[in-house]
């Protein structure tokens, strides 16, 4: 997959997340944002959704305590792929050598965890480079 930001595609967001109550939850808020959602529990599931041809990932959000990979090691795997590709890490177990670690590679914003889920969707808004669509009034 290469990094792509079409304006004609609705923006696709990658979930690595994995604990699965905490996937679901980002995939409900996400979707009702209106995101199109893949996701993803290990490092090695990400990498494989990143290198199919035909999905189009315009931000990934990523736990970096995932049973596979380290946070590091993932987030370079993924620079390396795509290289501006946005990535919003969260984290509750993050060391500050961790921290700097992944900000030297390149992400985008790092939040503790446990994070407030309209600062995670702001932050995601804030560096996806397609439009949502605007949403029906209810």
């Known amino acids: ?36 959602v893949l996701t993803a529990a290990t490092g090695h599931d990400a990498m ?18 995932l049973p596979d990979v380290s946070g590091a090691d993932l987030c370079a795997r993924i620079r390396q792929l795509c290289p501006n590709l946005p990535i919003v890490v969260c984290s509750g177990a993050a060391s500050a050598e961790e921290i700097e670690e992944l900000r030297r590679l390149g992400i985008t914003h790092f939040f503790p965890k446990p994070i407030a889920l309209s600062d995670l969707a702001a932050a995601v808004r804030s560096v996806c480079k397609v439009p949502l669509s605007p949403r029906p009034a209810p």
């Open 48 to 65: 494989g959704v990143l290198r199919t041809p035909e999905e189009t990932v315009d931000v990934v959000l990523l736990d970096i305590g």
């Open 1 to 36: 997959m290469v990094f792509n930001s079409r304006q004609d595609h609705q923006p696709t967001l990658l979930v690595v997340e994995d604990e699965e109550l905490v996937r679901d939850a980002m995939t409900r808020l996400f979707v009702r944002e209106g995101y199109l």
